[in-house]
């Protein structure tokens, strides 16, 4: 059972919408249980354009140490906290907050070097490898530079927006020296094909990529955490491809997140993570 919440209990939340299939509280809370910290952590439905008022709102809460940050608000709560962590400052997003003691509010994001340790831990690591990545939002945003930062032989952004994704691809080839552009969600010739788009979420949501230009072998990451395998993922599987879901992902970017709140968490029979991936160039990062 969760320790009674007392006066001096530290708050926690997540933030986001929607949160249905959130499970960063269920994470957080049985942590503060093993740690007996004294801690809770509730979600926050929070809609985009509640934003602006809930952080007024949460500013004025003095035990309010800490909160993830999902869809859709990681670009937009840049510009809500006092200091970035070179994580957020690279990818112009954030997924973490924490919130000091003197009153500052620090952001950084590990969405991307989580979905690395999520891939090293299940044997899919990009190093050495050609990588599609589809999707340059907020999630896209920091795969595409952890990839990068990780070894990728090459890396191909693709998005709706075009022109995201070209500026996403010229910042990616400048910070880390990989061979990085953009192009099509055509998922033919490459080793390992990343889905770091909404789509999958809804049962009648279109593809990402087209499966049938999947050859057997490939690698698919589809990084929606959701208890049944997604359309992607299905498809990929039935072609003869390597498939992997948002689970380790989650669990990945949890323990760097964790850390940076202050706390000590490793998930059963994970090995520990490589932090130089932080802030690597592609040129001395290893398999």
């Not at 950084?108 to 340059?136: K, T, Y």
């Not at 920091?142 to 995201?164: K, Q, Y």
């Not at 990929?236 to 997140?257: F, K, N, S, V, Y």
Request: net charge neutral; proline share 8%; hydrophobic share 45%.
């Amino acid at each position: 059972m969760h320790p009674p919440i007392t006066g001096r209990t530290r708050l926690y939340g997540l933030v986001g919408d929607p949160l249905t299939a959130a499970k960063s509280p269920q994470l957080l809370n049985q942590l503060f249980i093993e740690q007996r910290a004294d801690a809770v952590c509730i979600p926050f439905g929070v809609k985009a354009e509640g934003l602006s008022a809930f952080v007024a709102g949460a500013r004025a809460i003095g035990n309010l140490s800490g909160m993830l940050v999902t869809m859709p608000h990681k670009q937009r709560m840049l510009a809500f906290v006092d200091e970035l962590h070179p994580t957020a400052s690279r990818v112009g997003a954030l997924n973490v907050i924490r919130c000091e003691e003197d009153g500052r509010w620090v952001g950084a994001i590990f969405d991307g070097v989580g979905c690395v340790l999520g891939m090293q831990w299940e044997g899919n690591h990009p190093a050495n490898r050609s990588v599609l990545l589809v999707g340059a939002g907020g999630a896209g945003r920091a795969i595409a530079f952890a990839v990068a930062a990780a070894g990728a032989r090459t890396l191909t952004i693709s998005d709706v927006d075009a022109h995201r994704a070209g500026d996403l691809a010229k910042s990616v080839a400048a910070e880390t020296g990989c061979i990085t552009h953009a192009g099509p969600p055509d998922p033919h010739g490459f080793e390992i094909v990343i889905n770091a788009t909404p789509l999958g979420m809804n049962r009648n949501d279109a593809m990402p990529v087209n499966p049938e230009r999947l050859a057997p072998g490939t690698v698919v990451v589809d990084i929606i955490n959701a208890p049944e395998p997604t359309p992607l993922r299905r498809a990929a599987h039935a072609r003869g491809c390597r498939t992997q879901d948002g689970g380790p992902m989650h669990e990945g970017q949890a323990l760097h997140a964790l850390r940076f709140l202050g706390f000590d968490y490793r998930p059963a029979g994970r090995s520990a993570p490589d932090d130089a991936l932080l802030f690597a160039p592609a040129k001395d990062a290893s398999p």
